[in-house]
């Protein structure tokens, strides 16, 4: 018996596997982990077709692939989707898909007429393709795990974010939301942080244009931290801080989950009067984003590095991304 439980545990091995997205993400989950990342071999066709093989036996075994669908976006959602149908096709035991950011997720619901929910489908082709588990950071909107009928572990980078901002020790602090979709983020960090609350109201007139309307709160003689889970353009935290700069706020800064960057992002970001612009490197920067003096990277690969040897360990992963449940830090 005592035999074949050691058998059973053996051929249950963890292996980690990287997409083109974010090796390097992928590489510092597996140096805390003590693994090496799997042999897996991926190119493209001539006409552009990925070309995906994985290059060592996972039949039996626990795979975690890291890829967030970044930047290429459809070519890393394929990379994504041909790992799992090759993995599952390969007789893994467990598929789960480590995806720090997940993209499309800002169409999850019917906001017009004859609109996608881009989050509903791209949720869809995950799991048909073979993911028996999934793992991201921060997903854009919470609802987006019931779009799922496998278990979703959404982990949350606020605790991270607060013991950065705490380190500062800044006075008469202010967590300010961007938006009022993002209210119970900026709430949860002003909490861990004993700070006031404020919020951006802003009209959204079209995808990545948005008008500020009016400051809820008081930020007059604050130094105030914008919160967000997504920098894109930047034009929505690049807005709100010259209206807080306009309300008398002392200085401010910026936190994001995810670094997209995209468009102008970067020049709106030297051109406002944000003194820094905070993100995790769930995705990588591109290269005028290295070259900005504003822009510091935070890590989440010790989180998700925690989280993955839960998942293989089956213990609990609730408690990484509870933070109510943590030592406040006031």
Not at 237 to 252: G, I, P, Y
Request: hydrophobic fraction near 40%.
């Amino acid at each position: 018996m005592q035999a074949r439980d050691a058998m059973q545990e053996k051929e249950f091995q963890l292996k980690i596997f990287s997409g083109t997205a974010n090796p390097k993400l992928a590489e510092e989950i597996a140096g805390f982990l003590g693994e090496n990342l799997g042999k897996i071999s991926i190119s493209r066709f001539s006409d552009g077709e990925v070309n995906l093989e994985i290059q060592e036996s996972v039949r039996g075994h626990d795979l975690f692939f890291i890829q967030p669908t970044c930047d290429p976006t459809n070519e890393t959602l394929m990379e994504l989707l041909l790992f799992l149908d090759a993995a599952k096709r390969a007789s893994a035991k467990r598929i789960t898909a480590v995806i720090p950011y997940y993209g499309y997720a800002r169409q999850d619901r019917k906001s017009a007429p004859r609109t996608p929910i881009s989050a509903k489908l791209v949720a869809d082709l995950i799991t048909v393709a073979g993911a028996n588990r999934i793992l991201a950071v921060d997903l854009h909107a919470a609802q987006i795990q019931g779009f799922f009928n496998i278990q979703l572990d959404n982990l949350s980078a606020k605790l991270l974010i607060a013991e950065d901002i705490a380190e500062k020790k800044l006075p008469n602090l202010c967590i300010v939301s961007p938006d009022i979709g993002g209210i119970r983020r900026a709430r949860d960090l002003s909490k861990l942080l004993g700070a006031k609350l404020a919020v951006v109201d802003k009209l959204r007139t079209e995808p990545n244009k948005s008008q500020v309307m009016n400051i809820i709160g008081k930020v007059d003689g604050k130094h105030c931290v914008l919160v967000d889970d997504i920098i894109d353009t930047a034009g929505t935290m690049c807005a709100a801080a010259k209206e807080l700069k306009k309300k008398r706020a002392l200085s401010v800064r910026a936190y994001a989950s995810h670094a997209i960057l995209s468009g102008k992002a970067i020049k709106r970001i030297e051109e406002s009067p944000l003194k820094e612009v905070v993100v995790s490197d769930s995705t990588p920067l591109n290269g005028k984003a290295k070259k900005c003096k504003k822009i510091r990277v935070f890590s989440v690969a010790e989180l998700l590095s925690k989280a993955i040897n839960n998942i293989h360990t089956s213990q609990s992963v609730s408690e990484l991304f509870e933070a109510d449940k943590q030592v406040k830090l006031v």
